[in-house]
């Protein structure tokens, strides 16, 4: 079973629509991270946040905003008025094995993202 | 701050022949170094990562090899290439093991 699943392998909207990528993760660990990483078409990815286990506080960074719920393992990723720049391959990351010492980061399969104008 | 590279940024190589992938850091010591592979379909896969020189552990076996000959440099390698080598290649540096990993910019590889 994938660790890391984005169900969702591309989505199109129109600029200035609100747009909710998903995220939901496996773990057996009680010490974890996850983490969002953006790619445009330059290939390069960026990173975006990084959460830890301990704290489902919801984030907001601008347009951005980030939804923990442990309850659901899902950690999901809100654009806000998307724009065209948002154009690009999204993917979500867990970080476990702390509690065994030893960390992997494991990549979901990503999310394209297409706004249009 | 600190940044990252990887050259070259494109390259295209026969069947057979070696492959040498450089990637170097700026403005940090001691990093965990790491490459990771990404094929058609998007998804990455970590083949290598680095804690320190000379300690390299392997994530998946393969064609491939890695070697962290200084402190800040992790060069990717194979003595014969495969068609299925082709792909993009990022390298990725993190301050430590429960730290975020920050990319390269990538090279794109395609075997002929």
């Known amino acids: 079973a994938q660790k890391v699943t984005q169900a969702q392998t591309e989505i199109s909207v129109v600029e200035k629509e609100d747009v909710t990528l998903d995220c939901v993760y496996e773990?057996?660990?009680?010490?974890?991270?996850l983490f969002w990483y953006k790619q445009p078409p330059s290939g390069e990815l960026v990173f975006l946040i990084r959460?830890?286990?301990?704290?489902?506080q919801n984030e907001i960074s601008g347009r951005y905003s980030w939804n923990f719920q442990k309850s659901t393992s899902s950690f999901n990723f809100t654009i806000t008025a998307s724009q065209v720049v948002d154009s690009a391959v999204y993917f979500c990351?867990?970080?476990?094995?702390?509690?065994?010492?030893?960390?992997?980061?494991?990549f979901g399969k990503g999310t394209m993202l297409l706004v249009s104008p | 701050s600190q940044t990252i590279h990887q050259w070259p940024a494109t390259l295209v190589q026969p069947v057979g022949s070696p492959l040498s992938l450089e990637c170097t850091v700026e403005?940090?010591?001691?990093?965990?170094l790491y490459w990771y592979r990404q094929a058609a379909g998007r998804g990455l896969q970590l083949l290598f990562y680095?804690?320190?020189?000379?300690?390299i552990s392997s994530e998946v076996p393969q064609n491939l090899s890695a070697s962290r000959p200084q402190d800040r440099q992790f060069i990717l390698s194979s003595k014969k290439l495969l068609l299925s080598d082709s792909g993009f290649y990022l390298c990725a540096w993190s301050a430590g093991t429960a730290e975020t990993q920050y990319f390269g910019p990538g090279t794109r590889l395609l075997v002929l």
């Open positions: 773990t057996r660990d009680t010490t974890y991270y």
């Open positions: 990351a867990l970080s476990e094995g702390w509690d065994s010492g030893y960390s992997t980061l494991t």
């Open positions: 959460r830890n286990s301990f704290d489902e």
């Open positions: 403005g940090t010591s001691n990093p965990n």
């Open positions: 680095s804690v320190g020189i000379g300690q």
